[in-house]
């Protein structure tokens, strides 16, 4: 059914009585002295959970989106005590943690502890000390590939889990562990619905901190490599005879009628985390703004997150302006595209088609508000790849030195397409978003090498070459491709 955006059904979100086991208030009890300029002495003053004080973190509803059962959340810093410190010194509190491994700043999370959540306590916090990923300059793509000199590939992927859902993760589990200190019982497990990456790093953060983890997965749609990593950390694997959108219906039914905990990204303590990526992009970049930043959608949780992250660094003064995002969308799960090309006039749900890029086969994106206000403020767009498209992209790279998941392959082949179009200058600093490690998803890569997907030409297909155990046919072999040989 066709939902004029402005009238469209609130989304159902954490219930009322999880709000209020939720309820993250912690109002500051002291003014920070702004002439002293150090928080870290000051924090340390006041006992453990260092600067927890001096700052507060609460859920308020998103925008104007309410409902009288709870619609999306987000969490609402006090920017009025935040700002009592300059931007000079976020960026160097901020810059003095990185390679520490003083607990819990070595995290690329918590090393921003203070806009993230700040009154947890650090031995509430369960970390394996995510993010820090690597920027790099995909300088010989970016020229070969795209004629750009400027383009950029963060590396959310490197993690421990292997995707950017870790830093998210960090944040709702350490949440949970404190509630469940405070109300034994409150909570008695954390559950998702996934298209294999959450599920990834639920189970695993749960598994650290000894919590009992429940995965709802739509049978046989998420790869091998995803699917091992929830057993293998000991958690509940529903496996459904569903797709990711029936999944996550049936995860909101029972988290609202039971004592589990939801992790899906509409729990706005997971974008809290995630969010940090976009700030260590601007740190990487001594606090320089890049003109682009491509992020692959699904539930478009991560877009938001981004966009907060600029944002906050903008409204605290550590940098001037916000870069205009692009959300790169499977052609074959593309709600967001198909409301931005209709000028976001009307928002329809679909029943996303297979796609290679299965982490975000996912036809009704619980944040989809969130993803639109993201896109409008931060002068964004939303850009589309098919399957070749995407396939071919990520191959393309991977012969530079990557090693692509699909989803980055959305990315890069958006990327391609807006060069192509003239929308990106070959001067103008991009960033790609590569959200999980392409060993997640080695199937689709060894189908794509083996020439074996129908009707595609696979155009960097890099095929073994099968040699008999001869020097002769090794000689054969290596002239065919080395002539000079
Ligand atoms: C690898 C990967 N990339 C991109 C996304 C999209 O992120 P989001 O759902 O926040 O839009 C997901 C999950 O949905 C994912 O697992
Ligand atoms: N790609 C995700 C889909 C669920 O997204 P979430 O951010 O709302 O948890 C996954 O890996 O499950």
Partial sequence: MQQPLTQQRLRAGVPASRLRQQRLVVRATATADPTRQDIRREALARGPAAGSELFNAKFVPFKDYRSSDGGLLDVYHDMKELSKFGPDYWKSLFDSRIGTTTWPYGSGVWSKKE???????????????????????????????????????????????????????????????????????????????????????LSAYCAAAGIPSIVFLPADKISLAQLVQPIANGALVLSID?????????????????PIYLANSMNSLRLEGQKTAAIEILQQFDWQVPDWVIIPGGNLGNIYAFYKGFKMCKDLGLVDRIPRLVCAQAANANPLYSAFKKGWEHYEPISAKTTFASAIQIGDPVSIDRAILALNDANGI?????????????????????????????????????????????????????????????????????????????????????????????MDALRSKFPAI
């Fill in 115 to 201: 806009w993230v959540l700040p009154e947890l306590g650090d031995a509430d916090i369960v970390s394996m000390f995510e993010g820090n990923s690597n920027l790099f300059w995909a300088e010989r793509f970016g020229r070969e590939a795209l004629g750009m000199s400027d383009l950029w590939v963060k590396q959310c992927g490197n993690s421990h889990t292997g995707s950017f859902k870790d830093l998210g993760m960090t944040v709702l589990v350490s949440q949970v562990n404190r509630i469940r200190k405070l109300k034994p019982g409150a909570i008695s497990a954390v559950g998702c619905a996934s298209t294999g990456d959450t599920s990834a790093a």
């Fill in 242 to 258: 569903t797709d990711f959108d029936g999944c996550m219906r049936l995860i909101k039914e029972v988290t609202a009628e039971t």
């Fill in 382 to 474: 939303v850009e589309e790849a098919t399957e070749e498209e995407l396939m071919d992209a990520a191959a393309r790279a991977d012969r530079t030195g990557m090693f692509n998941c699909p989803h980055t392959g959305v990315a890069l082949a958006a990327l391609t397409k807006l060069r192509e179009k003239g929308v990106i200058a070959p001067s103008d600093r991009t960033v790609v978003v590569s959200t999980a490690h392409g060993l997640k998803f080695t199937q689709s890569k060894v189908a794509y090498h083996s020439k074996e997907i129908a009707g595609m030409a696979c155009s960097y297909a890099n095929p073994p070459v099968a040699v008999k155990n001869d020097i002769g046919s090794v």
